[in-house]
């Protein structure tokens, strides 16, 4: 009886053990993007509808910036004035200077994006009384 399980499980790692180059089957592709792609601008939309929310807490806050700081995309300012908007609701000033630390972060090697934004930002800024990173000094530590 051993004798018969060795000999067809020796029988069988050898089957495996064999290259099988000629079996080549093709690989299935498959589209899994039924619906239709969100536009730009409705991009944009839903995110500031996302952080205009009145009753947006701090833990949708962080959970909404920490989503879209993982898309691969640098936030539009119209949805950064929401976010910093919203910290202000929530009177999170540690939140407002993480956000504009996470998008300079985000811009990486392209040093144009965040000066641009933070000019595009800078009403805002003023007007929720902000600073940047930079004001405070803690971008040199």
Known sequence: MFR???RLSASGARSLAR?????????ASRCYSH???????????????YF???????????K?????????????AKILDSALR??????????AIRILEAVKNKAGPHKDIYPYLIQEL??????????????????KI
């Open 52 to 62: 205009s929310k009145p009753d947006l807490d701090a833990w949708e806050l962080k």
């Open 64 to 76: 909404g910036m920490n989503t879209l700081i993982g898309y691969d995309l640098v936030p539009e």
């Open 86 to 95: 919203a910290c202000r609701r929530l009177n999170d000033l540690a939140s």
């Open 4 to 6: 018969a399980v060795f």
């Open 35 to 49: 619906g239709r792609a969100e536009t730009e601008e409705e991009f944009d939309s839903r995110w500031v509808t």
């Open 122 to 139: 800078k009403p805002t800024l003023s007007e929720l009384g902000i600073s940047t990173p930079e004001e405070l000094g803690i971008d």
């Open 19 to 27: 290259s099988r180059s000629c079996y080549s089957a093709p690989l």
